[in-house]
């Protein structure tokens, strides 16, 4: 991927992980590459999220809790960074904690 696109990928993850996660909580990165793609999940603590909001937290000006400040643009813009490398983006919650998955094919 491109170098600079990368650094804003992980930059808005991590930024989205800090503001919304749980205090105290641990965010936890891990990047995997496979035969086929890389994949790099950021997950962190944080508070329930429904399974019907998850698919619409890379929308433009979507907040799951409108009570915490936020414009609703950073996922949306680490969607664009993401598919503009090739690669594809989703959320997961589960046991407490939110992961975003970020992959990319291998070139």
Do not use: C, W
């Not at 105290?24 to 399974?51: F, M, W, Y």
């Amino acid at each position: 991927g491109d170098r600079d696109k990368l650094r804003r990928l992980i930059s808005i993850l991590l930024d989205n992980a800090i503001k919304y996660g749980a205090d105290g909580g641990t965010i936890r990165l891990k990047l995997q590459k496979s035969d086929r793609h890389a994949q790099l999940v950021v997950s962190n603590p944080g508070e329930p999220i429904p399974q019907d909001k998850l698919p619409h937290l890379f929308e433009r000006f979507y907040t799951v809790n409108t009570v915490r400040s936020g414009t609703g643009l950073g996922l949306s813009i680490a969607k664009l960074l993401t598919e503009k490398m090739g690669g594809n983006i989703s959320a997961e919650y589960n046991t407490g904690n939110l992961s975003i998955f970020v992959r990319f094919p291998d070139r």
